[in-house]
Structure formats: structure tokens, C-alpha cells
């Protein structure tokens, strides 16, 4: 009886945090359209939503309406998109791979990626036909798939698999320091670098649907699988023997990150830290249960990712700091204090 | 002393003569003017008055151009400003010497942007796309010499199978004149640069000698390998400019050299490059000469024993107005080394 009680106290606990954790959300995407270089009143900023919705239509400064809408909105919401995106993705391979330091980039994607931008960029493939994004997509993929390949479609247990993603970082990391110390110049060079630091720079609203239709796939197909997640913390002869089909579930779910880590580095390079931290972070907050642990993951991601933004686009003026270092320099004593209490409370 | 100072006082007069009523006949715009810009129409009603320049290339052409009072402000300065350009370059915003944001851009409210990389400026960039402007009708502009090379060869900044020239850079010249209605500067400072361009044709094909040239850009440290201006880059070009060869026969825009590759080529002038910055141990020129001095093995380069080391602002190095005034400083120093006749 005190069983189901405490199950219907947690579940209604959940249940407000993740309402109270969506309205952060919200509120920080809001912070997001109204905060920026360009002092802008906030009436103007909810009228700008409100027209472009066309529930209203307030004669504004047309440069005004086009920052707010098309500039600071699409961007915070892919922000947050890539943040959840980001975040599932840890928490997924974190459980799959049973390693606390498991990332997104843990299977070379990241790696696979600057390879794919790099022979765009620098070798002209496609000759201006095929896009940056969609090469480091291509390239991402194509990580992944060496991957798979080395770990026997990744039966061949976590230690193998996590192996199997150095050895691909490592050789597509070569791969792309071949191409460019052959054939590139330094303004080439400092491109990729610049491509590959991470930035929201480039995404508008076409990027917009694209993430939310990618992470919102992913989440789903996440969820549906959470009770089995649950089961593979105790090893897979465990899960088996639950009856869940070890290999289909894993090799489904690495293929969902494949995707996700994919689109989002092609989209917006690679920015570390939020897919290791928040994942440890919100399971400090809900604990290790699936079903709980990937909405918190998802709402946590985005509002992170959101304010990092904010910060990289205010701090310094005219001019847009890389999002990973804001990620690293904003997480890291955020993790630490989490860290700390954890060790306190135990 | 004559003969020695000939070249900056050339330098010198050209510009104001060169600007004279008496050589200006281009016609005034007529608006509205509508130009292709790679691959994008724009149109403009009238003359920009709020322009912001990307990048510094962009703004040292529309600051010769006197535009200065046009301008609502510049971003992405590698280098200094041409000195000759600084007093007109203080009444311009600086936006940032690195990559400006949009909201940035916008929030000066300009009425024409122009550019000088895709990467400040195109389908892949993280600072802007044209759409960003067009959308609000504001008019973009992309230099035509980076369209150029990469619908030729996929490549963004050109690794060229082609000497590069300056005509690229003269229709850039002669397309912005026209949008502000100066296309009599315009025309002006396209005469002066063909005019510099010719004499030091003329004074290499007369007094000069077949010299080969090393161009260096700089090393992270003197152990390292050095980066190098290729065959057919800016750096190629001044070496063709002055009747000489570059020894570097890659066409790698920038190939990073061991000093024994360089020794092997026995250069018989060593360009060392001026740079603005300080992130290397050799970018500053005192610091590389003294290295070419001091290093066993390249202090018995035939170049270095005699002396014949100059120095180039590092900015002409980059295929952009720059590069003639460094072929001219160059072209002071042979003089003054005695290695014209």
C-alpha cells in the first residue's frame, strides 16, 4: 500500500517537475528571442511573434521583426532542440555502453563529420552542389558505420564498442588532418576550425524543422524503448532473460543516436559537455529510471543549451563566442556544485 | 638619393594626380542600377549611405573610394589599415576586427552590405546569408574574385591553376564605384593601380634582373617548418610583377616548407613578411631575420650571406589591393640592395 503510494507521490513529483522544467523552458526560449545586441522593447518582441503568427499585425521596423522572428526565435529554438537532441543522446549511450564518461561523440560521429566538412571544404567535392552539412552528415554516418563494422553491429559488448569509436575518432581525425595539411591553406584551415568550434550562427527556421522532426523521432522511439534501457543497466544476459530482444534494441538505439549526434553536428558542429553532464545530472535530480530520467534529459538539455546561447551571443559585443566554450565554462561549475552535493548527501 | 626615394614619391603622386577632374570621365550612375553579383541580381534606388564592410579588403576599397562618409561601419580586419587610408578608416564604427554578429550588423541599420569571404558572407556562413538581407531588401555584394574561383574549382578561397591578377579586383573596384555614383574615383583608382602596376613592369623589364624570390609568411617557431606564399597566389604574382620567379613551384596556395626544401631552391631574395599579429615566435620581421642570420644552415644561403633580405607588409601576401604596394616595397628595397641596374 505504501508501495503504490510512493509510486502515485513520484509519479505526480515527476509529473510537476516536468511541467514546472517545460515552463523553464519556455521561459528561457523567451529570454532567448528578448535578450540580444540590439536593444529591443519587449513589446515590439511580442508583437514581432504575434504578427509573424498572424494573430496580430502591429506596423513594426521591419529589422526589428526580422531579428526577433527569423533571427533570435528560430535560433533559440534550435538551441534548445539541440540541447535535448544532445542530452538523450548521453543518457542513451551512457546506459547502452555502461560508461560514465560515454558521450555523443563516444562513436566518432564528431570525428566522422570535420572529415565529411573537410573534404567539402577543402576538396570541393560535389563542387559547391552538395552542402557543408550535408557532407558532415554523409561523413558522420559513415563513422558510425566503420564503427558498427568493427564491433560486429555492436554485439560485441560495450568495452568492444567504445574501442571500436576511438579507433574511428582517431582515424577520421587523421583523415582530416591528411586532407588538410596536404591540399588546404591556411585560410582553409581556419575555416574548418571555425566550422568545426560549434556555432548557431548559420541555423534559421528550415534547420528549425528539421532538428525538431529528428529529436522528436528520436524521443519517441527513446521512450518506447525506456523499460528496456532499464534492463541493460544489469548487464545483457539480465535483459535477455527479461525477454527483450538484446540486439535489436541496441542496435536500433545506436542507430537513433547515429541520427541524432549526425544532424546535429552537421547543423551546428560539435559542442561538447551538454550530452556528458546533463544526463549525470538530471539523474541526480530523478534517478536512474528511464521513463523519467530522458523527459528530464530533454527539458534539461534545452533550457542549458538555451541560456548557453544567450551568453555566447551577449558577452561579447558584435561578436559571438564559440557555444562549447560557453557550454564548458557555464557546465563545469554547474556540474561541480552537483557533484559536491551528491557527495554530501551520500 | 633621387633614384632611391623614386618609388614611394611615384607612389605618392600617382593617387592625388591620378584623381584629378581632368582624368575623371566616367559617367554618374543612373538609378535605379542593377548588377549580377555572382549569380544574385541586386538593385539599387540610389546610392548607399549606411554601407557596412566585411571584411577588410572590402572596406580599404570603399575608404579609397572616399566613401568613408557612406559608411555605417567595417568588421574582420586581419592586418592595420593601409596608413594612407587611417584618418578617413577613424570616422568609420569598427564593428570587431573578428567575425561580427548579424544582429550586430543589422543593429547599424545599413543599406548595403558588402563582403569579402563567403564565410562572412554566403550559403554556409555563421555570420550571414544574402537571403538575411535581401529579406529586409537591403542590397548584398560578394567580391567578385571569391565567386570566381569557386565556381571554377569547388574552392572556396581558390587553390588557383592560374596566376592569380588584379582584374578581378578592378571590376570589384570599378562595381562598387558605380553603386555609390563615384565611378569617377573609381575609375581614377583603377588607373592608378594599372599605372603602378606598369611602371614596375616597365622599371623591372628595363633595370631589373631575373630574380627568385622566397616569400615567408611566418613559422610558429624556429624549428618549424615554414608557411610559404605559392606560385599562384598573391605572392606569385608580385614575384611575376617584379620580372622574377617565386621558387615555390606548388600551386598549394600556402605550402608549409622545411628550411632544407627552402635551402635546396637557393633563393636569391628572402622576402620576410610583416605581420600585425604576435601568435608566432617568427611573426615579427626583426625576429625572422635574425633567425636567417643565426641558423648554421640558413645563415649560408647565398641570399642571406649577401644580404638580400626585404621585408612586405604580411597583408600583401593575400590576394587584395595590398598586394601591389607590396610589390612596390619591395621594388624600393632591390633598389636600394642595388639589384636593379
Not at chain 1, 201 to 210: A, D, I, S, T, Y
Not at chain 2, 244 to 251: D, I, K, L, P, R
Request: proline share 5%; aromatic share 8%.
Amino acid at each position: 500500500m505504501s508501495g503504490l503510494k510512493r509510486h502515485f507521490g513520484e509519479q505526480a513529483g515527476l509529473g510537476l517537475f516536468l511541467l514546472l522544467s517545460t515552463a523553464v523552458l519556455m521561459l528561457a526560449i523567451a529570454a532567448g528571442t528578448g535578450i540580444g545586441e540590439m536593444p529591443i522593447p519587449l513589446d515590439t518582441t511580442f508583437f514581432a511573434v504575434t504578427n509573424r503568427l498572424g494573430w496580430t499585425s502591429f506596423a513594426l521596423d521591419p529589422i526589428h521583426q526580422s531579428v526577433i522572428w527569423d533571427y533570435r526565435l528560430s535560433r533559440a529554438l534550435v538551441a534548445a532542440c539541440c540541447g535535448a537532441g544532445l542530452a538523450l543522446c548521453g543518457a542513451i549511450l551512457q546506459s547502452l555502453l555502461r560508461n560514465a564518461l560515454a558521450e555523443p561523440y563516444v562513436l566518432g560521429v564528431s570525428a566522422g563529420a570535420s572529415t565529411g566538412a573537410v573534404a567539402i571544404i577543402v576538396l570541393g567535392f560535389g563542387a559547391g552542389t552538395i552542402t557543408l552539412s550535408a557532407g558532415a552528415f554523409v561523413g558522420a554516418f559513415a563513422s558510425f558505420a566503420f564503427v558498427a563494422l568493427l564491433s560486429d553491429g555492436a554485439r560485441a559488448g560495450a568495452g568492444k564498442t567504445i574501442l571500436a569509436g576511438v579507433a574511428a575518432s582517431q582515424l577520421f581525425n587523421a583523415l582530416t588532418s591528411y586532407i588538410v595539411s596536404t591540399s588546404a591553406n591556411a585560410q582553409q584551415a581556419r575555416d574548418v576550425m571555425f566550422w568545426m568550434l560549434g556555432s548557431f550562427g548559420g541555423v534559421r527556421w528550415p534547420e528549425f524543422q528539421l532538428v525538431l522532426g529528428v529529436v522528436a523521432i528520436g524521443f519517441v522511439v527513446c521512450m518506447y524503448l525506456a523499460k528496456a534501457l532499464d534492463a541493460f543497466a544489469f548487464g545483457d544476459d539480465a535483459a535477455a532473460s527479461l525477454g527483450i530482444p538484446v540486439e535489436a534494441v541496441r542496435v536500433i538505439l545506436f542507430a537513433v543516436t547515429a541520427l541524432l549526434t549526425a544532424t546535429i553536428v552537421s547543423m551546428v558542429g560539435s559542442i561538447g559537455f551538454v550530452g556528458l553532464v546533463v544526463p549525470h545530472a538530471a539523474r541526480f535530480i530523478v534517478g536512474p529510471s528511464h521513463a523519467r530520467l530522458l523527459p528530464t534529459c530533454v527539458v534539461t538539455g534545452g533550457v542549458f543549451m538555451v541560456l548557453a546561447d544567450i551568453v555566447s551571443r551577449v558577452i561579447l559585443p558584435q561578436q559571438v563566442l564559440p557555444i562549447g566554450v560557453v557550454t564548458a565554462l557555464v557546465g563545469v561549475p554547474f556540474f561541480s556544485l552537483i557533484l559536491y552535493r551528491s557527495q554530501r548527501s551520500s | 638619393m633621387f633614384p632611391v626615394k623614386s618609388f614611394s614619391a611615384l607612389c605618392g603622386l600617382m593617387l592625388p594626380l591620378a584623381l584629378s577632374p581632368v582624368s575623371a570621365q566616367a559617367a554618374p550612375t543612373v538609378y535605379p542600377l542593377m548588377l549580377s553579383n555572382c549569380g544574385v541580381e541586386i538593385t539599387f534606388d540610389k546610392a548607399p549611405e549606411h554601407a557596412i564592410a566585411l571584411g577588410q579588403n572590402s572596406a580599404e576599397i570603399m575608404l579609397l573610394l572616399g566613401l568613408e562618409d557612406s559608411m555605417a561601419g567595417t568588421a574582420f580586419w586581419p592586418s592595420k589599415v593601409l596608413p594612407e587610408l587611417a584618418e578617413a578608416n577613424e570616422k568609420v564604427k569598427l564593428l570587431t576586427v573578428e567575425s561580427p554578429s548579424l544582429e550586430g550588423i543589422l543593429a547599424e541599420r545599413p543599406d548595403f552590405v558588402a563582403a569579402q569571404l563567403l564565410n562572412l558572407l554566403g550559403p554556409e556562413s555563421k555570420v550571414a546569408k544574402r537571403e538575411d538581407f535581401s529579406n529586409l531588401g537591403i542590397p548584398s555584394y560578394v567580391s567578385p574574385g571569391v565567386c570566381a574561383t569557386n565556381t571554377a574549382s569547388g574552392d572556396v578561397h581558390g587553390a588557383r591553376d592560374q596566376l592569380w591578377n588584379m582584374d578581378l579586383l578592378y571590376q570589384e573596384i570599378d562595381e562598387l564605384s558605380q553603386i555609390f555614383d563615384v565611378a569617377d574615383r573609381g575609375q581614377a583608382v583603377i588607373a592608378d593601380f594599372k599605372a603602378r602596376e606598369a611602371a614596375l613592369r616597365e622599371k623591372v623589364a628595363s633595370e631589373g634582373q631575373d630574380l627568385s624570390f622566397v616569400f615567408w609568411f611566418s613559422s610558429p617557431t624556429p624549428a618549424d617548418d615554414a608557411y610559404l606564399g605559392g606560385k599562384n597566389g598573391a605572392s606569385g604574382f608580385i614575384a611575376d610583377l617584379l620580372g622574377g620567379t617565386n621558387v615555390m613551384q606548388t600551386e598549394v596556395e600556402w605550402p608549409t616548407v622545411s628550411w632544407e626544401g627552402i635551402m635546396a631552391t637557393n633563393p636569391g631574395v628572402i622576402v620576410v613578411a610583416d605581420l600585425d599579429r604576435d601568435r608566432w615566435e617568427l611573426d615579427k620581421p626583426e625576429a625572422k631575420i635574425a633567425f636567417l642570420k643565426t641558423d648554421p644552415a640558413v645563415s649560408e644561403l647565398e641570399a642571406v650571406k649577401q644580404g638580400r633580405i626585404v621585408v612586405m607588409d604580411g597583408q600583401a601576401m593575400n590576394p587584395t589591393i595590398r598586394t601591389i604596394y607590396g610589390a612596390e616595397q619591395i621594388a624600393e628595397q632591390l633598389e636600394e640592395l642595388g639589384l636593379f641596374k
